[in-house]
């Protein structure tokens, strides 16, 4: 079924905190989230932002994809990503947004399609640890439904997320995951 065909797809490489890579990746994927009322990132939000400027600095030539239109408020929130990452020194030459995004499988399509049209085929994603088996999946059915081949390395980031969470996420993996494969 679509579950086994997403666990086992070949575009998938899981990479958990402190985990050596052994390529450097050609882009560095974020998945966006709503900002706070101020309109900056919240605890999430940054907990990832900082996540890819470590892995920037690991990895100085990749593009920076930040991924993330207008959800719960009017700001894109790939544009609050964005300058968020050039207050901190990010160069703006690395950065490609895709504002389109509204949710999981948004993202993955989003970014599928940049990773196409630049021609990538090593690429670190990065979540947070609660979407990260969800936001990977998502990603592995979108590649199988565009015709992607690459692999995407998971790089969840911030608090670790409770047991409650994670079964819930569990629950829209299948869901997105589907909607994804079409």
């Known amino acids: 079924g679509l579950w086994s065909l997403v666990e086992s797809s070949p575009v998938l490489t899981s990479t958990f905190d402190g985990a050596t890579m052994t390529t450097p990746p050609e882009a560095i994927a974020v998945f966006g989230q ?3 009322a101020q309109g900056k ?7 990832r932002l ?3 400027l470590k892995l920037s600095r690991e990895s100085p030539y990749a593009w920076i994809v930040v991924s993330g239109g207008a959800v719960r408020s009017s700001l894109r ?3 609050v990503m964005e300058e968020w990452l050039l207050g901190h020194g990010m160069n703006p030459g690395r950065v490609v947004k895709d504002v ?5 499988v948004g993202n993955a399509f989003g970014m599928l399609t940049i990773f196409q049209q630049y021609g990538l085929q090593q690429v670190t ?7 990260a088996v969800r936001a990977s999946r998502t990603l592995a059915a979108a590649a199988r439904r565009f015709g992607w081949r690459g692999t995407i390395r ?15 996420e569990m629950g829209y993996t299948y869901v997105t995951a589907a909607r994804a494969y079409g």
Request: charged fraction near 20%.
């Open 77 to 79: 929130e790939a544009d």
């Open 34 to 36: 709503a900002p706070n």
């Open 50 to 52: 900082k996540a890819v």
């Open 100 to 104: 389109q995004a509204r949710d999981t």
């Open 154 to 168: 998971t790089h969840p980031c911030g608090a670790p997320a409770d047991e409650r969470t994670l079964a819930i």
């Open 125 to 131: 994603a990065v979540t947070s640890h609660a979407h």
């Open 41 to 47: 990132p919240g605890s999430g939000l940054e907990a």
